[in-house]
C-alpha cells in the first residue's frame, strides 16, 4: 500500500517535469530588457511579428527591477539571458571581459544584414578597436533636442528656435535673450537638469574626450560650457535652480506650463504627446560648434548563450528592416536603420501634433564618446560639479580637481 | 550496523524501512540480526532526527550565507569585474581602501550615522516605550500600531515620501521649523545637512520595531518590584532610573548591538534619496560598496570593503559583548 503511494507520488513528480518540457516551441530564447510596462507591452508586440517568421522560436521577456546588476550577476553564474540590451558606454567595459559574442561570421552569412543601412557612427560603436567586427547590432538611438513650448512663444512674439535655427541665429547668446524674454510671471524661459550639462562643452569648443584613457576637462572651453549652464540660473534666473528643481523636476516643469524650453532627450515626446498644449522639437543651440548627445542602445548576444543561432535570428529581426518598421511607427526612440529613420513611417510618428520629428537626425550626432572607468570618471566629474551648480565654486576651479580626480583613475 | 552489504547509505535505508521502534523493542529484538541490519542505535536515532530538523535551516545558511561568505573573502584578495577572468592580487585591495579618500569619507559617514540613530533613535524608543506602557492611556493599541507602521512600509516607497518632505521650499519639515521661527534648511542638497536628514527619516522609520521590543521588557518586570519601591517612597524617577532602567537592560543590549549592526549597512535611504550626495555627505560603506561592485567593475574592491565592514561589526559587537558585563542585569 505505502509502496504504491510512493510509486503515484513519484509518477506526479515526473509528469509535472513532462508538462513543463512539452511546450509548444521547439526552441527559446532569453530576452533581457530595460524600461517600464510600456516598453515590455511594445517588445511583445515586435516578438508577436517575429514569431510569425519564426514561429519555432519562443522568446522569453525578461524585464528586471535593477538591470546591470542583474546582467552582471548572470553573466558570473554562467547563466546569461542570450540577447539583452547594451549601452554604448557599458560595451567596453562588457566587450573587454570577454562576455559578448562576436556575430560578424553571421552577419556575413545574413544576406538581409545591409550593413550600408546603418548610420556608420552608430554601428562603429559597437565594433571591436582593432579588428573592427561587429558584437552587437544597435538598436536605436535619441539625440537631445530642444522642447519648446509653441503657444508660449506665440504670445511673446518671439520666433521660434526652429525659425531661429533656420535662418542661422540660434548661437548661445540667442538662446539666452530668448530665455530672458520668456522668463516671467512664474515661468522660466528653460528648464534643464543639471545631469544634462554633457550637451555643452562640444558645443563651446571642447574637445574633451580624446583617447580612451584621455579624458581632458579641465580647459577653458569646458569651463566656459560648464559655467554657462549653471549661469542660467546663478547669474541670469532663467531656469530654475537646484533647490527648484528638486521640488519640481524640469520635464514636470515643461509638462505644467511652468518652463517655455526643455532640453531632454527623443524618449519624452512621447509622454509628451498627449500635452493639451503645442509644442514642437528644435536644435540645440550652438557655440562654437555644434553638437549634441546620443544615447545609443544595441542587442547583444551573450558569449555563453546556448542558443547563438537562434540568438542572432531574434537580433537580426528586431534590428532588420521589418523590425525597424514596427519600431518607428511606435516611436519611442529614433531607427537605426537610415532608410526607415528618413522614411515616413518615423517622421509621421506625431504627425497630428505637427512636430519636426526630423529634428532628431541632424547631422552632428557622430561623435560617440567613450572612455575607460566610464561611470567612475562621470561620478568624478559630477561629484566636482555639485558645488559650482549650487554657485559655491567657480566652474573652473571645480574642474581641476575633476581632472585630478580623473588622472588618478586612468592610471590604475 | 552493517552498512557494507546495502547500496543505500544507512540514512536513506532508514527513511524507506524503520519504522520508529522505542528502546523495549529494540531490547527484544537485538538477537534479531536480520532486523538489526536496518535499524539504526538509540544514539544515532538522534543524532538523525536532531539534523533532519534543522537541516532546511543549515541548508540555508550554508548555501546563501556561509558559502557566499567565504567566496566574498577568497574574491576580496582578487582584481575581478564582476565576470570574466579573476586575478589574484593578495592583499592590493586592502592596501588601496586605506589610501582611498572617497571610502575613508564612506566610512565616517555610517559611524555618524549610526551614532544618530544609537543616540537619537535608541531613547526615543524607550521613551515611547514607557509611554506606551502606561495603563492610563486610553488607546494604547491603536498607538502602538501607529508607531509600528513606517515598519512595515516599504522602504523604497518612504524614501519617496521623506523626499517630499524634506523638500527645501514645499516640505512639511520645514513648515514646522519655519513655525517655531528658525531659518528654513536645504535638507538633502546641503552636505552639512543631507544626513541628519537620512537619520531623521530612519529613526521614523525604525523606532516602532525598538519600541515593540522595550515594550515587551517592559511587560516582563513583575510588579513586585515598584510595589516594593513605592512602599520604599521612590517617586516615578527612582522607580524608573532603578527599577525599570537595569531590568530592561537585558532588551536595551539587543537593541543597541541590533540598531547598529543594521546601521552600519544603510544603502536603501541613500540610494533613493540623496545618490550618495550632495559631495559624498551620505556615501555610505555599503552605498560605496554597490557602486564599486555593480557599476564600476570593481567586484574584488567591492568585497574587500564588505570584508572590512564584516570586520569592524564583530569588533563593535565584541566591544559592547565585554562591556555589557559592566552594565546588563540579569534578574
Not at chain 1, 510671471?185 to 562643452?201: E, I, S, Y
Not at chain 1, 550626432?365 to 567613450?370: F, G, H, I, N, R
Not at chain 2, 565576470?83 to 588601496?96: H, L, M, P, R
Not at chain 2, 520595531?209 to 517612597?233: H, R
Request: aromatic share 16%.
Amino acid at each position: 500500500m505505502k509502496r504504491k503511494f510512493l510509486v503515484f507520488v513519484l509518477l506526479i513528480i515526473v509528469a509535472i517535469f513532462l508538462m513543463n518540457a512539452g511546450s509548444v516551441y521547439a526552441e527559446k530564447v532569453s530576452l533581457m530588457m530595460w524600461g517600464g510596462a510600456i516598453e515590455e507591452k511594445e517588445m511583445k508586440g515586435y516578438l508577436a511579428a517575429f514569431n510569425e517568421e519564426y514561429p519555432d522560436i519562443e522568446v522569453e521577456i525578461i524585464r528586471p527591477a535593477d538591470y546591470w546588476p542583474k546582467l552582471m550577476s548572470m553573466m558570473a553564474a554562467g547563466t546569461p539571458p542570450d540577447v539583452f540590451y547594451m549601452g554604448f558606454p557599458e560595451f567596453v567595459s562588457y566587450h573587454e571581459k570577454g562576455a559578448i559574442l562576436n556575430l560578424q561570421s553571421y552577419i556575413n552569412a545574413d544576406s538581409n544584414f545591409y550593413e550600408s543601412d546603418f548610420f556608420p557612427g552608430l554601428l562603429g560603436a559597437f565594433k571591436d578597436r582593432d579588428t573592427k567586427e561587429i558584437f552587437g547590432i544597435p538598436k536605436d538611438w535619441s539625440t537631445y533636442v530642444m522642447y519648446y513650448n509653441k503657444e508660449m512663444f506665440k504670445k511673446a512674439g518671439l520666433p521660434t528656435p526652429n525659425e531661429m535655427f533656420g535662418c542661422g541665429q540660434w548661437s548661445w547668446q540667442d538662446f539666452l535673450d530668448t530665455a530672458k524674454k520668456l522668463t516671467k510671471d512664474g515661468v522660466h524661459g528653460v528648464a534643464l537638469d543639471a545631469g544634462r550639462w554633457k550637451v555643452f562643452p562640444p558645443q563651446g569648443g571642447a574637445n574633451w574626450v580624446q583617447g580612451i584613457n584621455k579624458v581632458v576637462v579641465d580647459t577653458p572651453e569646458f569651463a566656459e560650457a560648464i559655467q554657462f549652464n549653471a549661469d542660467l540660473w546663478l547669474k541670469h534666473n532663467v531656469a530654475p535652480d537646484m533647490t527648484e528643481q528638486a521640488d519640481q523636476g524640469p520635464s514636470d516643469r515643461f509638462a505644467h506650463e511652468k518652463a517655455a524650453m526643455y532640453i531632454c532627450g527623443r524618449w519624452k515626446a512621447m509622454s509628451y504627446k498627449d500635452l493639451d498644449f503645442e509644442w514642437d522639437i528644435a536644435p540645440l543651440p550652438y557655440n562654437k560648434g555644434m553638437y549634441t548627445w546620443v544615447d545609443l542602445v544595441a542587442y547583444c548576444v551573450a558569449k555563453d548563450s546556448k542558443n547563438p543561432d537562434d540568438a542572432y535570428k531574434l537580433a537580426s529581426f528586431l534590428t532588420g528592416k521589418k523590425g525597424q518598421e514596427i519600431m518607428a511607427a511606435a516611436g519611442h526612440a529614433i531607427p537605426i536603420r537610415r532608410s526607415i529613420a528618413y522614411s515616413s513611417e518615423f517622421a509621421d510618428v506625431l504627425p497630428e501634433r505637427g512636430i519636426h520629428n526630423t529634428v532628431h537626425l541632424m547631422p552632428y550626432y557622430e561623435t560617440m564618446l567613450v572612455f575607460n572607468h566610464w561611470g567612475e570618471v562621470w561620478t568624478a566629474i559630477n561629484r566636482a560639479l555639485e558645488p559650482v551648480w549650487m554657485g559655491e565654486e567657480k566652474a573652473e576651479d571645480a574642474l581641476q580637481k575633476a581632472q585630478k580626480e580623473i588622472y588618478r583613475l586612468m592610471a590604475e | 550496523m552493517g552498512r557494507g552489504h546495502s547500496p543505500f547509505p544507512f540514512f536513506i535505508k532508514f527513511l524507506i524501512f524503520n519504522k520508529f521502534p522505542n528502546i523495549k523493542k529494540k531490547k527484544r529484538k537485538v538477537k534479531d540480526s536480520q532486523m538489526k541490519e536496518t535499524r539504526l542505535s538509540y544514539k544515532h536515532q538522534q543524532w538523525f532526527w536532531g539534523y533532519l530538523f534543522i537541516f532546511p535551516a543549515m541548508l540555508g545558511f550554508f548555501l546563501f550565507m556561509l558559502y557566499p561568505m567565504l567566496s566574498g573573502i577568497l574574491m576580496s584578495f582578487t582584481k575581478w569585474g564582476g565576470f570574466g577572468s579573476q586575478e589574484w592580487i593578495g592583499t592590493a585591495n586592502y592596501v588601496k581602501m586605506f589610501n582611498d579618500k572617497h571610502f575613508i569619507v564612506a566610512v565616517w559617514n555610517t559611524i555618524y550615522y549610526t551614532l544618530g540613530i544609537l543616540t537619537i533613535g535608541v531613547p526615543l524608543a524607550l521613551i515611547l516605550a514607557v509611554f506606551l506602557n502606561q495603563k492610563f492611556l486610553k488607546g494604547r493599541n491603536f498607538f502602538r500600531a501607529i508607531y509600528y507602521l513606517p515598519v512595515i512600509s516599504m522602504m523604497v516607497a518612504v524614501s519617496m515620501l521623506w523626499k517630499w518632505l524634506l523638500s527645501t521650499n514645499h516640505g512639511l519639515v520645514n513648515y514646522f521649523i519655519e513655525l517655531i521661527g528658525l531659518p528654513p534648511v536645504n535638507w538633502l542638497l546641503d552636505p552639512r545637512w543631507a544626513m541628519p536628514g537620512l537619520i531623521l527619516m530612519s529613526i521614523w522609520k525604525g523606532t516602532g520595531f525598538n519600541m515593540v521590543i522595550f515594550l515587551a521588557g517592559l511587560q516582563g518586570i513583575p510588579q513586585v518590584y515598584y510595589e516594593v519601591a513605592d512602599i520604599d517612597g521612590a517617586n516615578w524617577w527612582h522607580k524608573f532610573r532603578h527599577v525599570t532602567l537595569p531590568l530592561l537592560s537585558p532588551a536595551t543590549f539587543f537593541i543597541i548591538i541590533t540598531t547598529m549592526i543594521h546601521s552600519f549597512q544603510i544603502f536603501q535611504q541613500a540610494y533613493i534619496m540623496t545618490e550618495g550626495g550632495p559631495q559624498e555627505s551620505t556615501t555610505t560603506i555599503v552605498y560605496y560598496v554597490y557602486k564599486n561592485a555593480f557599476e564600476w567593475f570593481h567586484m574584488g574592491y567591492a568585497c574587500a570593503q564588505a570584508v572590512l565592514l564584516l570586520i569592524i561589526l564583530i569588533l563593535a559587537t565584541y566591544v559592547q559583548k565585554e562591556l555589557q558585563k559592566k552594565w546588563v542585569f540579569y534578574e
